[in-house]
């Protein structure tokens, strides 16, 4: 596939590649930056690419060459299957041509390498910053950005238009940086501009909407994120590369678990490590146990946000169980590190299996009674189906995967697509649902908690034993026979402990079926002991920025509802 | 009042005071007992919600205050109300936002005179009982309207637009839906209504076809009258934040959340004298022995339970849908059946 | 005595609050000084012995009419509470009307000869009579006045229909 499409794209633009590369199995185009538009282009048209995702937009810094930022398209095929990453360069106050009119997702991810790196974006219909204050000088992706350097930005940023806000009648004077004080005497319109959020209780995380309410519908609304931003990527380029597994617990702090294995899985993709099986099928086991988590986090506080209160307790009681196991497992709840580049932290404790039967006992009775409850219920019916639905063209148009986009039934799950960790010798289905609203939203995501008990179960009976780490010295530490005994044992422990691990130069993605959705970490390394360049790929991170299309004409209570439904996890949407 | 004076006067050290003293000092008496009951009633029910949504949850709720099972929770909440700061919003309306919560819990309160908790036993038995106590809810309305405006917040006025909007739809079904019975009995006095239903079980209005609709219409309607889930709109907190009263604090919350819970009682006491039977037990031949007041506080408390296992069970609805349930469910069903009670009445004679 | 006493408490409060009504600049205190001189006005009318008509009084002006003007007027200004102002547009004209009314209705309580009885039953059902004089006597302005409630209901109906346009199926 790979060759083929490459291939292709050499017929067809011959004069305008750079470069063609597929290093690690990654189809990899680089062109020049005239021809970017025309390129994506073909490759979402021509027939036999078929590329309907773009996944996302890096930027990366290269300071010592001419044209020194790399603006980097991850695109995807669902049809055909076909992976394919584009490059061109940019200089430094060069604009590339915006591709925000082929994907509706490349309108963020073009903001995001605007904000971080200071790459414009020709034509693009929203050129602000998205994860930094608006206030925020410099662009801290930079490799010349200092990394301590913090500003301090006091002024919120308007979101609506000053037409809008003339015409309505806002309250928060203050939160307006005074735009408002001349809004007084005539009044145009009875639109009201009304702040959803930062603090407000259906913004799980920290996201902004501010909405113009005619009655209780939305006219227009803008979103607002990067509250939580803290800037991971740039953390990540001066850690060890073992150092950052940490920082991957804090991204979806819900399903830290699947992180864990998402970023090690990239990084052994670049080493062309194998690891053991045994550590594979545990990797397979706390992989679905993070999805089951999260998505009893996720179905249990939207059902709060329309309301039925109980059914949180219900799942909250099952997820208690299920973090008991994480804790004896991993010595943590929440940030639990458990993967190491190579292998695990440590081996399944004694009881591990009898215990984890247990908890998946309580997560059944606790969907058993919540289906019950809400299922059927004429109330919760009425509130969630046909709520926030979004057709599945747009749905990839926006780049949603994940549960999101299964319930608007495509079926594309990266397990089944794109096997790793032996998912392929898994027996499970892929539930998809039919109007992507929020009811089938809630019932896909119920239905893959049974699918990934299922997962769990035929794992725990063929779990084999053997090493959980990988014998590989240019990640594992040598024994300690080895370190006292010999030189070459003890300049390996010494180089593993005061370097880290050296992963070779070049670039990959790795990707798993995370949560809420493809999980991606788009890597890039110069061979030295810190990644060059670390691009998370998250998956609510699209899924949010179709938020404000997606509520407009909607009611606030239906705003509420749709966005618990779409499981923004903020540690992992600002990064 | 008129059982306070007598004894009043009976008493010794009451000889020889003036009659309009006397007078004076029984309304200060049955007031008092009446405010005391609706506090310690509402406290009472404030803490049942929290068990009973504990173990509606599967968890315990309160379980150290008082030794056992936190009895004594609502009582330090309510010290801990009654010490906290009193926090008014920049830029709020003084005058409004001081009276809201008075106006909310007054309209509770007021309602409780003319509920018969046995036949002698009533603060006053109006023949307009129940009309009466129709209209002392109109003054919650006037409270949660003052409260969204005086706070000065968009939420608080979203909440108490809603609010205002959804009593006033559904005190139309609510009065309809008791129109049957009214005109069954020939009376509005709560006590009468009661009286009607003396004798066995199936002597109760709620067992009567027509009565029955009514009833379901009206403790659904009153639902919406109070606030409560399904239909908690006005404070929706993953919405409004916490509608009306977002911007309350120590002890005016507290006036809010008395007048909700006391407002819970009387909605389901009316229910309890117009449909399920007043003080009567539902035989004979116990009502002799047993206290009426008790028999109506445990039927009213049991509604009550419904309404608390309700708000813990179901989601809400969507401000459309609530109201067009009201306009176009109970209103015409209501009225529908009023017409064919109407109809059976003037045919059968 | 103390009945006296309590009386005159309403009736201070009728005037007081009928007085801030006129005079308050705020829209929105006016509509809440409105709500207590109806509620003063409701205590006369239990003190009259008259318990339907004061319940009807609260239940129609305080918690329908009342409660609609307010409405309206955070509809219509939103929440801009500070600059809702109520203003004396035109003095002389009002002062004009104003001493009008009250010449008129002070000659109209002198001249009428009032009924008056030596003692009043504290609870005397007039739902009963109101019931029967509504279907006999005054059967025709009962049945004017519904009709004309209705009228104005579907007019309601009609204009928020046009104004909210394709949107309203749910209402």
């Not at chain 1, 070459?488 to 959705?517: C, D, R, S, T």
């Not at chain 3, 609260?58 to 939103?78: E, K, P, Q, W």
């Amino acid at each position: 596939m790979t060759a083929k499409s490459l291939e292709l794209l050499q017929q067809r633009f011959g004069a305008e590649l750079v470069e063609v590369d597929d290093y690690l199995g990654d189809a990899s185009v680089t062109v020049r930056k005239s021809a970017v538009h025309e390129v994506l282009a073909f490759c979402k048209d021509e027939p036999t690419l078929r590329c309907d995702l773009l996944l996302d937009i890096a930027g990366v810094d290269h300071p010592e060459r001419e044209e020194r930022f790399e603006v980097v398209y991850l695109l995807r095929s669902l049809q055909t299957g076909t992976r394919l990453r584009l490059k061109t360069t940019v200089a430094d106050g060069d604009a590339v041509s915006t591709v925000s009119d082929l994907w509706r997702s490349a309108n963020w991810a073009e903001r995001e390498v605007y904000d971080l790196y200071g790459v414009r974006f020709e034509g693009h219909p929203d050129p602000r910053r998205i994860l930094c204050h608006h206030e925020f000088e410099g662009h801290a992706l930079r490799k010349d950005y200092p990394i301590g350097k913090g500003q301090m930005c006091y002024v919120p940023e308007a979101l609506l238009t000053d037409q809008q806000v003339e015409g309505s009648h806002a309250l928060d004077v203050e939160s307006r940086s005074g735009q408002l004080q001349n809004v007084d005497g005539e009044i145009a319109s009875d639109l009201l501009a009304i702040n959803l959020g930062p603090s407000h209780p259906a913004m799980h995380g920290a996201l902004r909407v501010e909405a113009l309410l005619d009655g209780e519908t939305i006219v227009d609304a803008r979103s607002e994120i990067g509250y939580l931003h803290r800037c991971f990527e740039k953390e990540a380029e001066d850690h060890t590369w073992q150092q950052i597994i940490p920082y991957t617990d804090r991204l979806n702090y819900v399903s830290a678990l699947t992180n864990n294995v998402a970023y090690v899985h990239a990084v052994e993709k670049m080493l062309q490590l194998e690891v053991p099986e045994r550590a594979r099928v545990i990797r397979v086991i706390v992989s679905e146990m993070g999805r089951i988590m999260d998505h009893l986090v996720c179905v249990g506080t939207n059902l709060v946000d329309i309301g039925a209160l109980t059914n949180f307790w219900y799942f909250f009681n099952a997820r208690e169980y299920m973090y008991e196991v994480v804790e004896r497992l991993c010595g943590e709840r929440l940030t639990t590190s458990y993967t190491r580049i190579g292998g695990l932290y440590r081996d399944l404790y004694e009881g591990f299996e009898s215990d984890l039967r247990f908890a998946l006992t309580k997560v059944a009775e606790g969907v058993k009674d919540v289906t019950g409850l809400v299922q059927r219920n004429r109330i919760f019916m009425d509130r969630a189906i046909g709520v926030g639905a979004m057709s599945a063209e747009d749905a990839i148009d926006w780049g949603w995967t994940g549960p999101c986009l299964r319930s608007t039934g495509v079926d594309y799950d990266v397990r089944k697509a794109f096997p790793y960790l032996g998912y392929e010798t898994y027996d499970f289905d892929i539930p998809v649902g039919e109007n992507g609203d929020c009811y089938d939203r809630i019932l896909c995501r119920i239905e893959e908690i049974h699918q990934s008990m299922r997962i769990i179960d035929q794992a725990l009976k063929r779990l084999p034993d053997g090493p959980i780490q990988s014998p590989d010295r240019r990640v594992a530490l040598p024994p300690k026979d080895e370190v006292y005994n010999s030189i070459e044992g003890m300049m390996n422990h010494f180089k593993l402990v005061f370097e880290g691990i050296q992963v070779p130069a070049g670039e990959a993605y790795g990707f798993i079926e995370g949560a809420n959705g493809e999980l991606g970490f788009y890597i890039v390394s110069d061979g030295s002991g810190n990644p060059y360049r670390m691009k998370v790929r998250p998956p609510c991170f699209p899924i949010f920025s179709s938020f404000t299309e997606l509520v407009k004409g909607q009611m606030v209570a239906d705003a509420i509802a749709t966005l618990g439904g779409l499981n923004i996890i903020a540690g992992e949407l600002d990064r | 009042m008129e059982a306070f004076q007598q004894m009043l006067s009976q008493a010794g050290w009451a000889q020889g005071m003036q009659p309009w003293a006397l007078s004076g000092l029984a309304m200060l008496f049955a007031g008092g007992t009446i405010l005391g009951g609706v506090a310690v009633g509402a406290m009472f029910f404030i803490w049942t919600e929290r068990k009973v949504a504990g173990y509606i949850q599967s968890r315990y709720g309160p379980m150290y205050v008082g030794h056992f099972h936190g009895v004594l929770q609502s009582i330090a909440d309510g010290v801990k109300l009654l010490l906290k700061e009193d926090i008014w919003p920049t830029d709020a309306d003084k005058f409004l936002f001081r009276i809201a919560p008075l106006l909310v819990f007054t309209g509770a309160f007021l309602s409780f005179v003319v509920l018969p908790f046995g036949p002698d036993f009533v603060g006053a038995s109006l023949d307009i009982g129940l009309f009466y106590a129709f209209a002392t809810s109109s003054l919650v309305v006037m409270g949660v309207i003052a409260a969204g405006w005086g706070s000065n917040n968009k939420w608080s006025l979203y909440g108490a637009m809603r609010g205002a909007a959804q009593v006033i739809s559904y005190e139309i079904p609510l009065g309809l839906a008791v129109l049957p019975v009214v005109m069954s009995v020939g009376s509005l006095n709560l006590g009468t209504l009661a009286e009607a239903q003396r004798g066995w079980l199936w002597s109760w209005h709620l067992f009567n076809p027509i009565f029955f609709v009514s009833f379901v219409i009206y403790l659904i309607s009153s639902l919406a009258e109070v606030n409560r889930v399904p239909f908690d709109l006005p404070e929706t907190e993953s919405e409004l934040v916490s509608g009306y009263h977002t911007e309350y604090t120590g002890m005016k919350f507290a006036f809010f959340f008395l007048g909700e819970y006391a407002d819970m009682f009387v909605v389901s006491a009316i229910a309890v004298s117009v449909f399920l039977g007043g003080w009567y037990t539902g035989i004979p031949a116990v009502d002799a022995f047993v206290p009426a007041p008790l028999v109506f506080i445990l039927k009213s408390v049991f509604l009550v339970f419904v309404q608390i296992w309700l708000r813990w069970t179901l989601p809400r609805l969507r401000v459309d849908q609530l109201m067009y349930v009201c306009w176009k469910v109970f209103i015409p069903l209501s009225l529908a059946n009023l017409f064919i009670y109407g109809l059976i009445r003037s045919m059968v004679g | 005595m103390i009945s006296t006493v309590i009386w005159c408490l309403f009736a201070g409060m009728t005037v007081m609050a009928a007085l801030a009504v006129a005079t308050s600049k705020n829209v929105v205190h006016c509509g809440f000084g409105l709500l207590f001189s109806l509620l003063g006005v409701c205590a006369m009318y239990v003190f009259l012995g008259a318990d339907f008509l004061a319940a009807t009084q609260v239940i129609v002006y305080v918690g329908g009419i009342l409660v609609l003007i307010l409405f309206g007027v955070m509809m219509t200004h939103r929440i801009t509470a500070t600059d809702l102002k109520s203003e004396l547009v035109q003095p002389v004209a009002a002062l004009i009307a104003a001493v009008a009314i009250l010449v008129l209705s002070v000659g109209m309580i002198l001249e009428q000869v009032w009924p008056a009885k030596e003692h009043l039953d504290p609870i005397t059902p007039t739902t009963h009579a109101f019931g029967v004089s509504f279907l006999t006597d005054y059967l025709f302005p009962f049945e004017f006045a519904s009709v004309l409630l209705l009228v104005a209901l579907i007019g309601a109906a009609m204009f928020t229909r046009d104004s909210a346009g394709e949107d309203s199926d749910h209402v």
